[in-house]
């Protein structure tokens, strides 16, 4: 299941580099887009929204929460 | 003690922002500089660079080591 959330505080490639890091550290099988433009990171194969908060909360970026479709 | 270390991958304020959580997040007490012009982040109260290494490699970006002084 694909899911898209609200990340605050990208800027750049290695922001965004970093999210998709701390993400996949938490759930390796995952697939992760990042959308500086949007502030927006899509998500593939996580179901808990708590883990993705957590993995981009600890790489130093503020989880806004799941976009509505 | 302050320790000088090269970590690569770091362009802008939001990956300083995220190599000093992520470093915070180890050694909570820690101290830590980043100066993105020279790839340089300095910390104060880690002892053990290991930690310093897990935490920025953790975070996204690329340990490379101490700076000699």
């Known amino acids: 299941m694909e899911k898209t959330y609200k990340v605050e505080g990208m800027t750049c490639g290695g922001c965004a580099q970093s999210v998709e890091k701390a993400i996949k550290g ?7 887009k990042v959308d500086l433009e949007n ?20 790489a130093g970026f503020d989880y806004e929460g799941p976009v509505s479709p």
Chains 1, 2 share one sequence.
């Not at 938490?26 to 992760?32: D, E, Y």
């Not at 808990?48 to 600890?58: I, P, W």
């Open 26 to 32: 938490i759930a390796p099988t995952a697939t992760v």
């Open 39 to 58: 502030k927006q990171v899509t998500v593939t194969g996580v179901e808990d929204d708590a883990l993705v908060a957590q993995a981009v909360e600890g």
